[in-house]
C-alpha cells in the first residue's frame, strides 16, 4: 500500500512538472503564431517582433538628425512634417531614440535586468519582466532605422503631445506600436512614446481599424 501511494505520488509530482512546462511553452509561443511570409514585404513593413528579428539582408539607409540621433533616411521627409506640424499646434518634441545597434540593444536589456534585479526580483523573473518592455537584440524595431521614441521638451505637456500624436501621427505614416491592452498581440505592454513608421497607407488602415502591425499583416499582406 505505502509503495502504491509513492508511486501515485511521484505521479502527480511529474504530471505537474510537466504541465507547468507545457504551459509556460505555450505562453511563449502563443503570440505570433500565424506570422506574414516577412520574406515579401516591403522595406517599410519589416516585421520585427519577439518572433521574427531583424532580417539578415535588412539594411537600413542611416541618417543623422540634429541632435544626434540617428533613423532610415527615407522615413525623414514624413517625420519632419509630421514635427512641423505638431509645433505649429505649440508642441515642442523630439526623437529622442532612434536607430540602435545589437550591441546598444543588448546593453539596455542588461541595463534593465540589473536595475530590476536591485529591486529585488530574483534573475528569472527580472529577465521576464525586462522583456516586456525591452526587446532581446536583434528583436528591437529600433534596429531598423524606423522607430522613434519620441519625447515632449521644454513645457509642452505630455499628455496633450501624445494624444496629438495618437490621433495624427498616421497621416505621416507612423503608428503607435505597442497601444494599450494589446501585449497579446505584440507582446510588449503600452508605450505611448514609441512610434514606428509603416508609409501612410498602411499607418490609415492601421488607425481607421484599430489593428497592430501584426494583425495588419495578417489581414491585408
Not at 501515485?8 to 511570409?37: E, K, Y
Amino acid at each position: 500500500m505505502k509503495k502504491h501511494r509513492r508511486i501515485v505520488f511521484l505521479f502527480i509530482i511529474v504530471f505537474t512538472v510537466l504541465l507547468f512546462a507545457c504551459n509556460l511553452l505555450l505562453r511563449q509561443t502563443s503570440v505570433f503564431h500565424h506570422g506574414p511570409d516577412t520574406g515579401n514585404l516591403p522595406w517599410n513593413l519589416t516585421l520585427v517582433n519577439k518572433q521574427y528579428a531583424v532580417p539578415k539582408s535588412y539594411s537600413p539607409q542611416l541618417m543623422t538628425l540634429s541632435n544626434g540621433q540617428r533613423i532610415d533616411k527615407r522615413i525623414y521627409p514624413d517625420l519632419q512634417a509630421m514635427f512641423d506640424k505638431a509645433r505649429s499646434q505649440g508642441l515642442d518634441l523630439q526623437a529622442a531614440y532612434g536607430y540602435r545597434t545589437k550591441t546598444q540593444q543588448d546593453e539596455i536589456l542588461q541595463d534593465r535586468i540589473n536595475a530590476l534585479r536591485k529591486e529585488g526580483l530574483s534573475k528569472r523573473a527580472a529577465r521576464e519582466e525586462a522583456e516586456l518592455t525591452v526587446a532581446l537584440p536583434d528583436h528591437s524595431e529600433h534596429q531598423l532605422g524606423l522607430a522613434i521614441d519620441i519625447q515632449a521638451k521644454g513645457d509642452t505637456d505630455k499628455d496633450r503631445l501624445y494624444t496629438w500624436l495618437a490621433n495624427n501621427a498616421y497621416l505621416y505614416g507612423f503608428i503607435l506600436r505597442y497601444p494599450p491592452n494589446r501585449t497579446d498581440e505584440t507582446g510588449f505592454e503600452y508605450e505611448r512614446w514609441h512610434y514606428r513608421y509603416v508609409g501612410k497607407e498602411a499607418a490609415n488602415i492601421v488607425f481607421h481599424k484599430q489593428l497592430t502591425l501584426e494583425e495588419y499583416l495578417q489581414k491585408y499582406k
